[in-house]
Nanobody, 124 residues
Framework: QVQLIESGGGLAQAGGSLNLSCLVS????????MAWFRQVPEKDREFVAA????????TNEDTIQGRFAISRDNTKNTLYLQMNRLKPEDTAVYYC?????????????????WGQGTQVTVSS
């Protein structure tokens, strides 16, 4: 059974930084395409960034505008999202997700496994 557990969310001031982590257990982490999504109430889940097991990346530049960086450590079964120059509009629940189909995609439906989410709140 594959489990994803996010951590690192919390309260930050505008212009500040947070580093989210997602620890994956079960399965073979290095073979998963991993991604971050975020969601605010009454809106669809929004793609943030994805990374292939070999390091290839896909990012939603309209959203992150060069401020966020996705990375992974296959030796630690952990996915990261370094978030810099945070803005109040970055406030959301952030989810990590995994797919074992080698698809680096923005589509939430392509990801079979999801974490429970971690709240990020950015104050102005």
């Amino acid at each position: 059974q594959v489990q994803l557990i996010e951590s690192g969310g919390g309260l930050a001031q505008a212009g500040g930084s947070l580093n989210l982590s997602c620890l994956v257990s079960g399965g073979t982490f290095s073979t998963y395409v991993m991604a971050w999504f975020r969601q605010v109430p009454e809106k669809d889940r929004e793609f943030v960034a994805a990374i292939h097991g070999f390091g290839g990346r896909l990012t939603n530049e309209d959203t992150i505008q060069g401020r966020f960086a996705i990375s992974r450590d296959n030796t630690k079964n952990t996915l990261y999202l370094q978030m810099n120059r945070l803005k109040p509009e970055d406030t959301a629940v952030y989810y990590c997700a995994a797919n074992d189909k080698h698809r680096v995609t923005m589509e939430p439906s392509a990801y079979e496994y999801w974490g429970q989410g971690t709240q990020v709140t950015v104050s102005s």
